[in-house]
């Protein structure tokens, strides 16, 4: 039997391999070598004499006994972190934050508010991944999310910080070519520019109506779908301040606005478990406080 003292950066960087499938990715996230990696793991096996991890050539599989030590390491881990902030001095964040954000409207909506949190909190590392693709924050070790639009059912745990507002929108020459849909019926025979398969809803009295248009276009980013809009390609669905700028310079008009979506939210979307830590909460005030004014 090997030696039992076990050391929280092991635990951690066992439960980042476990989480991340492999070490390299695993380095990556911690922010260390590959070889110290493998290093704190040798030495973690040694410790409990067992074999937590099955080098695999894809990377690194659990063991049975990995899987089940997994979660109490995971566990002891968020504890520590707990513990750690609770004795802080009270404004003071440290530690890294691992942040998933859209790029349609992160780094214009969101990005000075991290900015700023950064500035606030010296000591405090934050990482984020802009990206409009739908991030699976627990494999891929993300701390929280910021989301746009209406929320999926998940087992994930969301708190609303703001309302997003968007409309219908398509250029003069397109109306000119084309005409202007009055009704959620005549919008499917026009072209609509989707990010993908999405249904679009529209407020029509007090009940929802659920439209599932057509279009030939498609991109995964709202600023491309804004540039197909003005170039007269169909008829978008965008948030508002992605296409203000547009509508007050006469390059896009709102169509259809007797039948408005429904308002959506942004929200902050965790992993279930412990309780937020205190930096996400931070975070949280800092977007309402923003997203308010």
């Known amino acids: 039997m090997g030696n039992a003292e076990l050391d929280i950066e092991e635990l951690r960087t066992f439960v980042e391999v476990a989480d991340a499938g492999g070490v390299s990715p695993a380095a990556r996230r911690l922010g260390v070598s590959k070889s110290m990696v493998s290093r704190r793991l040798a030495r973690l096996e ?17 063991t049975e006994a990995g899987a089940t030590f997994r979660d109490y390491a995971a566990r002891v881990c968020a504890e520590i972190d707990v513990a750690r902030e609770t004795i802080l001095p009270s404004g003071d964040l440290r530690g890294r934050l691992r942040i998933a954000a859209p ?19 010296p000591r405090l590392q934050i990482h984020t991944s802009y990206s409009d693709r739908f991030v699976d924050l627990i494999a891929e070790g993300y701390d929280c999310a910021i989301r746009v639009g209406y ?31 009055e009704t959620p019926d005549e919008l499917l ?33 709202g600023i ?45 979307i965790r992993p279930p478990g412990q309780s937020p830590t205190r930096k996400i909460r931070v975070l949280t005030e800092m977007l309402i406080e923003s997203l308010s004014e």
């Open 103 to 121: 790029l349609s409207f992160g780094p214009t909506y969101f990005a000075a508010v991290l900015a700023e949190m950064a500035r606030r909190h």
């Open 224 to 268: 491309a779908l804004v540039a197909a809009a003005t170039a007269g390609l169909g008829i978008a669905y965008l948030p508002d301040g992605l296409t203000n700028e547009f509508v007050i310079s006469g390059a896009l008009v709102p169509v259809m606005t007797r039948f408005p979506p429904p308002p959506a939210g942004i929200y902050v």
């Open 46 to 62: 040694e410790g409990l004499g067992v074999q937590l991890l099955a080098r695999t050539t894809r990377g690194a599989a659990l």
């Open 189 to 221: 025979a026009h072209q609509a520019l989707m990010q993908g398969t999405e249904a679009w809803q529209f407020v029509d009295g007090d009940k929802i109506v659920t439209i599932r248009p057509q279009g030939r276009f498609k991109a995964d980013n």
């Open 151 to 181: 929320l999926q059912e998940s087992n994930l745990l969301a708190r609303r910080v703001g309302p997003l507002y968007g409309k219908l929108v398509a250029s003069p020459d397109y109306i000119k070519a084309h005409g202007a849909p």
